[in-house]
């Protein structure tokens, strides 16, 4: 098994090398209220998405469950684990995918304004 970190917004096909669609897509960010995230799975994984703050405390998971290939999306609410209205600031979105051949794993910055 394989662990790679993929720091770009596009999808590089580790079979052929070529630049896919992107992998992941926030939006709005900066965002208040409802964030929409779409993901692309280039296989079917087990598909991990959890929200750290900036000291590194995880504050909610949005997903952890097995995903089959192809183009998924959820939304968050801007709230916590308690169904908290999170503070104003900087938050890190974390996605972990791992299927049978490795487990690629990136990291997007979002910003919760009131």
């Known amino acids: 098994m394989e662990v790679r970190e993929i720091s770009t917004d596009l999808y590089?096909?580790?079979?052929?090398?070529?630049?896919?669609?992107?992998?992941?897509?926030?939006?709005?960010?900066?965002?208040?209220?409802i964030q929409e995230i779409s993901y692309l799975l280039p296989g079917d994984a087990e598909v991990s998405i959890d929200v750290y703050n900036v000291l590194g405390a995880k504050i909610r998971t949005l997903a952890k469950t097995n995903q089959a290939a192809g183009v998924h999306s959820l939304q968050w609410d801007g709230r916590d684990q308690h169904h908290s209205v999170i503070p104003a600031g900087i938050y890190i979105i974390r996605f972990v995918y791992t299927s049978a051949r490795d487990v690629m794993i990136q990291e997007r910055k979002v910003v919760y304004t009131y």
């Not at 590089?12 to 209220?33: C, H, K, M, V």
């Open 12 to 33: 590089s096909d580790p079979e052929t090398g070529l630049l896919q669609e992107e992998a992941i897509r926030i939006y709005p960010n900066p965002f208040t209220g």
